[in-house]
């Protein structure tokens, strides 16, 4: 339970009115550690005066407090806000836990073990995994983290793309440019986005070519041996790479299934949406699940020609998974742009009773920009790939830390680089508000001063060099007085709710900002009170705050995906 949740059951108490009311903690400190507005909303109901609600609720708190630990005064301030402010020796307690409970502090068990599906990343087979599906990545993952963190039982699909019409022009184009199939076995990505550049580039002068590209995916649905072994190829080594993009952001996924997996289940669920007479035929032979009661066009879940199409494979896939895990929900970790498709798609499965409307959550994100806010693109034009901005941003680190320390042997130069780059990256995305488009400023983006992954890595660094310096003993908290020590264990107490509130609103920059006020707060803290020349108790006080907060610090950070370094 975190002090919000022990303060909000406090409050419950002082009323027998069941009613929705919130406690948070005011931006200013004067206005107290939490506040709350219960009596404006029981005013409202009963009809009474705000303010005499509030004295009310004062008085039966005070009567509970006279056992409690928690709350040391309680002011009310017009138009009947109550202002909530914690007892100095309650916050000392929690400094204790803090340190006892070490990598599991933030944790909670209020998933019970409940299944949550995270589906993220989800690039393309026979393409380069672009800057989209990094961004679709990293803010999975980092979802991932928080659910299994909360006490959930996450399972993370890597739902891949890897059928659909767009693999009839692949494997005509490579049976035209490759023809030998041992040819592809040494393919890149790269090659096989040249190939359905090409390919659709001779579309375009010779029509006749889109009914050939047909053919061939017709041939592969129908499990022609020689077009299912192109495809077996082409997906291969698309995972190939895509693994090793996977390896460097140390992502790891449950399951990597794909569309394909569900293929053979399509016809099925065709025929199962008309059973149910939530699909209907259209006069061109087509099959719609008409949405007009949600004010949405028809899913179409089946061309006239009989081919099917995603939406069909992606209600095929919500049937297997509700049927294996039982969710409690599914996250899809997908760009803005889809947002109405899948707006049909949630509905079109709650009319087929797979699974309730509100269990489904679509997570959207922006574009990536360049620092002239114009959408990341080569010189060339096209979209940037993932392995390029991974290698760019790992590049400029080495570069930095090489100026910074140039003593710094090669091998832990190059480690450092991969933490520092990749966590620069990562808090870049993660800290801005995933619906609107991120900017690439690099030189921002890896600065070791203000709003970025490598200055919340380096605080940290300064906090553990701080520690190694001298050992923790047994240490009496009632020695940190000073007011920037006592804000300090009030932002650490508070982040258990930080982490709560990140993963059910899924705005994790919630969590990164959360991490920036504390380093900040580290730093100021440490450059203005003495810590290793302080008295003995003062010092010994001082340590374990300074190592409370590096355990904060690194189970965030750990969080947003991002490793934290002893040394830099």
Request: aromatic share 10%; proline share 3%; net charge positive.
């Amino acid at each position: 339970m975190t002090v919000k949740d022990e303060i909000k059951s406090l409050i419950s108490k002082t009323t027998r009115e069941k009613v929705e009311f919130i406690v948070e903690t005011p931006e200013i400190r004067n206005y107290g550690d939490y506040a709350t507005n219960i009596a404006l909303v029981l005013a409202k109901k009963l009809k009474k005066d705000p303010i005499q609600i509030a004295e009310e609720i004062k008085f039966k708190l005070i009567s509970f407090l006279k056992k409690g630990d928690i709350i040391e005064k309680i002011e009310i301030v017009k138009p009947g806000f109550i202002n909530l402010f914690l007892k100095p020796d309650f916050l000392q307690k929690e400094l204790k836990s803090i340190l006892k409970q070490d990598n599991k502090f933030g944790s909670q068990d209020i998933g019970g073990n409940k299944n949550v599906i995270i589906d993220y990343s989800s690039p393309n087979v026979a393409k380069p995994m672009h800057v989209g599906h990094l961004r679709s990545t990293i803010i999975g993952q980092a979802i991932y983290n928080l659910y299994k963190f909360l006490g959930y039982k996450t399972i993370g699909d890597n739902h891949l793309g890897d059928w659909g019409t767009q693999f009839g022009i692949m494997i005509a184009g490579c049976k035209k440019y490759k023809p030998n199939i041992s040819n592809l076995e040494k393919i890149t990505t790269d090659e096989m986005l040249n190939i359905y550049v090409k390919f659709n580039r001779e579309i375009g002068e010779n029509p006749d070519l889109q009914e050939v590209a047909k053919q061939e995916f017709k041939k592969l649905e129908d499990g022609d041996r020689e077009n299912r072994e192109i495809w077996r190829i082409l997906r291969r080594k698309s995972l190939e790479d895509f693994n090793k993009i996977y390896e460097i952001l140390k992502i790891k996924f449950d399951f990597i299934l794909g569309e394909s997996f569900y293929e053979e289940h399509l016809k099925e669920e065709v025929q199962h949406a008309l059973k149910k007479k939530v699909a209907v035929t259209n006069s061109d032979g087509s099959i719609i699940i008409p949405l007009d009661e949600f004010n949405l066009i028809p899913f179409l879940i089946q061309k006239s020609d009989g081919a099917t199409l995603y939406g069909t494979r992606d209600l095929a896939t919500i049937r297997e998974r509700v049927k294996k895990f039982k969710p409690e929900k599914i996250v899809y970790v997908i760009g803005n742009e889809q947002a109405f498709y899948l707006q049909q798609f949630f509905r079109a499965a709650e009319l087929l009773g797979y699974i309730s409307y509100n269990k489904l959550f679509h997570i959207k994100f922006g574009l990536v920009l360049d620092e002239n806010h114009k959408k990341l693109a080569t010189r060339e034009g096209r979209v940037v790939s993932a392995e390029e901005l991974i290698n760019k941003v790992i590049e400029l680190a080495e570069k930095i830390i090489k100026e910074k320390n140039p003593k710094l042997p090669d091998k832990e130069r190059e480690r450092a680089a991969k933490i520092i780059g990749i966590g620069a990256l990562k808090y870049n995305d993660l800290s801005q508000n995933r619906q609107t488009d991120i900017v690439f400023d690099w030189a921002k983006m890896l600065s070791f001063e203000g709003n970025s992954g490598p200055y919340l890595q380096y605080t940290y660094v300064r906090l553990a060099s701080i520690i190694r310096k001298t050992k923790l003993t047994d240490f009496n908290p009632k020695f940190l007085k000073e007011e920037k020590e006592i804000g300090i264990l009030k932002e650490l107490i508070r982040f258990p709710e930080i982490v709560r509130e990140t993963a059910e609103n899924f705005q994790i920059n919630n969590l990164a900002n959360y991490l920036f006020k504390l380093a900040n707060s580290m730093n100021s803290f440490y450059e203005s009170l003495p810590v290793l020349k302080a008295e003995e108790n003062i010092k010994s006080a001082r340590l374990a705050l300074i190592k409370a907060a590096s355990i904060v610090l690194r189970n965030g950070l750990n969080l947003l995906g991002i490793e934290t370094l002893d040394k830099m």
